[in-house]
C-alpha cells in the first residue's frame, strides 16, 4: 500500500469518525442545557427574557465544540493539505 | 466545490488579490449605507414617521436595551460597534437567499477580522474605563499565577468568535451545495432556509459575547 492511498484511507476514516464521535458530547451537553432552561421557565416564567438569552448563549458556546470537529473533518475531506502534497509529487512524476 | 468565497478570485496583481469576499464585503457595506442614508434623510420627531424610520429605531432600540440588560450603564458608547457587529452579520448571512449569493462571513479571513476587532475593541474599551494601569492590572487578578491563563482565555476566545461564526456559515452552504448534486428538487430549499436561521442566531451571538466581553473588561472591580 503506498503512501497515497494510505493518506486518503486514513483521511477519510478519520473524518467520519471525528464528526460521529465529536457530536455526542454537544448534544449531550445542549439536552442538558434546554431542559434546565425549561424548568426554571417554568419556575420563573417572568424572567423568561434573561433565561431564553443566556440558554441561546451557552447553546452557541457548546454548539462551537461540534463546529470545531465539523471544520476538522471538512478540512480533511475537502482542503488535505497531505492529499494535496501526494496528488502533487504524483502529478510531477 | 469550493470551501470559501476566497477562491474565486476575480482580479490578481502581484500580491493584491481581489477575490469574491473582497467584492461581496464592499457591496454589502455600499448598500448598507446607502439605505441608511436614504432613510435618514429626513427624520422626524413627532407626526406621521415613515415606515423604515420606524423599522430603523426598533433595531436600534432593541440592541441598546440588550446592551443595558448584559449589564452596560451606557449603551449609547458600545452601540456603534456591537450594532455594526450585528448588523453586518445579519444581513451578509440573510442576504444567501439571493440566487448565486455566497456569503462572506463563509471565509475564515473575514470572521477572523471581527474576531481581532472584537479583541482590539475590548481592550480600548477597558483602557477607556479604568485607565492603561488599572486594566492590566485586571489581568493579576484574582492571583498573579492566574496571568497566562488570562491570557490565553483571552486568545482563545478571539479564535473560539472567528471558528464559530465560519463553521456555522460555511457548512450551511457546503450542506446546500451537496444537497444539490443528490436531491435538487425539495431539501435544498429546507438546508436554505436553516441557514438563514442559523444565521440570524450566529448574528445575534457574535454580537451578545463581544458585549459580555465588553462588560467583563469594563466592570469597576471592587476589592
Not at chain 1, 463546529?67 to 504524483?90: D, T
Not at chain 2, 414617521?49 to 430603523?56: D, K, N, T, Y
Not at chain 2, 457587529?85 to 475564515?108: K, Q, R
Amino acid at each position: 500500500m503506498d503512501s497515497m492511498t494510505l493518506i486518503g484511507i486514513v483521511s477519510i476514516i478519520s473524518a467520519g469518525i471525528t464528526v460521529a464521535l465529536g457530536s455526542i458530547a454537544p448534544a449531550l451537553g445542549e439536552g442538558r442545557a434546554v431542559s434546565t432552561a425549561l424548568t426554571s421557565l417554568a419556575q420563573q416564567p417572568d424572567a423568561a427574557s434573561t433565561i431564553t438569552r443566556t440558554l441561546f448563549v451557552g447553546l452557541a458556546m457548546i454548539e462551537s465544540i461540534a463546529i470545531y470537529c465539523l471544520v476538522i473533518s471538512m478540512i480533511l475531506i475537502f482542503a488535505n493539505p497531505f492529499w494535496n502534497h501526494v496528488i502533487a509529487q504524483s502529478a510531477g512524476k | 466545490m469550493r470551501l470559501s468565497p476566497d477562491a474565486l478570485v476575480f482580479w490578481r496583481h502581484g500580491f493584491l488579490v481581489l477575490n469574491s469576499t473582497i467584492v461581496t464585503t464592499w457591496a454589502l457595506m455600499l448598500v448598507m449605507t446607502v439605505a441608511a442614508k436614504l432613510v435618514t434623510r429626513k427624520l422626524a420627531t413627532e407626526g406621521p414617521i415613515s415606515r423604515w424610520q420606524g423599522v430603523l429605531e426598533i433595531v436600534v432600540t432593541t440592541i441598546q436595551r440588550q446592551i443595558k440588560e448584559v449589564g452596560l450603564q451606557h449603551p449609547e458608547k458600545y452601540l456603534g460597534f456591537v450594532g455594526t457587529l450585528f448588523l453586518f452579520i445579519a444581513v451578509s448571512n440573510l442576504c444567501a437567499i439571493l440566487p448565486g449569493y455566497e456569503p462572506p462571513t463563509g471565509s475564515l479571513s473575514t470572521t477572523s477580522a471581527l474576531a481581532i476587532s472584537v479583541f482590539v475593541a475590548v481592550q480600548l474599551f477597558g483602557i477607556e474605563e479604568q485607565g492603561f494601569g488599572g486594566y492590566l492590572k485586571s489581568y493579576l487578578k484574582p492571583t498573579v499565577i492566574m496571568l497566562p491563563f488570562n491570557i490565553i482565555s483571552e486568545l482563545s476566545r478571539t479564535f473560539a468568535l472567528a471558528i464559530r461564526l465560519f463553521g456555522n456559515i460555511m457548512s450551511g452552504t457546503m450542506i446546500v451545495a451537496i444537497l444539490l448534486t443528490i436531491t435538487p428538487l425539495i431539501f435544498p430549499i429546507f438546508m436554505n432556509l436553516l441557514g438563514l436561521l442559523t444565521g440570524m442566531v450566529q448574528a445575534y451571538i457574535f454580537s451578545i459575547l463581544a458585549t459580555v466581553y465588553i462588560a467583563a473588561a469594563t466592570r469597576t472591580r471592587e476589592g
